[in-house]
């Protein structure tokens, strides 16, 4: 039995993997930090399947020794501060976490295990003010968010690990992939929240910032199976993982309104200027060709289906709370 050690498994992606590798055979183990409160939610149907160990990145001995005590064949870095609005409030904290913490990671890896895989989740957010359409694993990174320069260093650390030390570290250049397990503060699941609020009289208008951003937005159900497709390479490598198709929030929200059966999405829609971010991101869409060709992945889910997806998952969570 193959045992993977997930950074970060009660977050959207970490859920998503626990289910593929356990459904693979996996022995799976969870690095979660201890907090007066936890938030299991994500993992509440699996809680039984994993086992979950005290660690904490901003803490190298506890990471270490999580390592140490698992010794586990797969290590799937996912644990940051991945919320890009709250990093302008926060950017030392979340160099802390998503840059630092990939280094103490990879260095407790090295010391306690250093035959493991190891995969990082980097980010299209470190193309940022983009050189180069559609983005590939080889065109350069022009960050435009504190987290968008901490995933870099993420990146390039694992990259420096991989060549000074000979370990298996991928990196996989994820864009935005989404689903109804995404926090409330990401623009697809505060659509698609606001939107079942306004069908069943919940609020009248939803509050939302710049509409004119476009993203290449994927399912993450789809995103965690590339995850685990690097680490069972021959050699280790960086891929991007996209979509190639990109849309506006503008057509999220449109398509989002015709799902839920609201005839005119600009009646609900209200600018909120707190939501524009001081250094915007325009235009990012991926080229995941050197994915398909050699891991055999493509996505499986559409746009339209994306969208239908998020949107029933929020009216019938939001019909529940009324009852």
């Known amino acids: 039995m193959k045992s993977a050690l997930i950074t970060g498994i009660t977050g ?37 399947e994993v086992e979950l160990i005290s660690g904490d990145l901003i803490d ?36 802390e976490f998503t840059a630092l913490g990939v280094t103490r990671v990879l260095e407790a890896m090295r010391l306690a295990k250093p035959d493991a895989k190891f995969y990082q989740a980097s980010s299209s957010e470190m193309f940022g003010k983009v050189l180069e359409t559609p983005q590939k694993e080889t065109t350069p990174f022009y960050p435009r968010s504190p987290y968008g320069v901490a995933k870099v260093y993420g990146h390039w650390i694992t990259v420096n690990y991989r060549e000074s030390y000979n370990l298996f570290a991928c990196s996989g250049i994820l864009f935005n ?9 990401f623009v697809t699941r ?31 159900k789809d995103y965690v199976e590339a995850m685990w497709l690097m680490l069972q390479q021959s050699s280790p490598d960086d891929f991007v ?29 209200e600018h909120d200027a707190k939501y524009d971010r001081p250094a915007e991101v325009d235009y990012l869409i991926g080229d995941a060709s050197k994915a398909k060709e050699k891991l055999g992945w493509a996505p499986k889910t559409s746009f339209p289906e994306l969208v239908r997806i998020m949107v029933e998952a929020e009216l019938e969570s939001e019909k529940k709370s009324t009852e």
């Open 190 to 220: 505060k659509i698609a929240n606001g939107v079942a609020r306004v069908k069943l009289g919940k609020d009248k208008t939803i509050k939302l910032g710049n509409l004119n951003s476009k993203r290449d937005w994927g399912y993450a």
């Open 241 to 269: 993982i996209a979509t190639g198709q990109t849309h506006e929030v503008r057509e999220y929200l449109r398509l989002a309104c015709e799902v839920a059966g609201i005839p005119d999405w600009e009646a609900i829609y």
């Open 177 to 185: 992939h989404e689903s109804p397990r995404r926090g409330l503060e």
């Open 12 to 48: 959207q992606d970490g859920s998503y993997l626990a289910e593929f590798l356990l459904e693979k055979g996996y022995k799976v183990y969870g690095l979660t930090r201890r907090t007066s409160t936890q938030n299991f939610e994500r993992i509440q149907h699996i809680i039984h």
């Open 60 to 95: 190298q001995h506890s990471i270490t020794y999580a390592i140490q005590q698992v010794k586990p064949d797969e290590i799937y870095n996912l644990a940051a501060q991945s919320f890009v609005q709250a990093s302008w409030d926060q950017p030392v904290l979340t160099g």
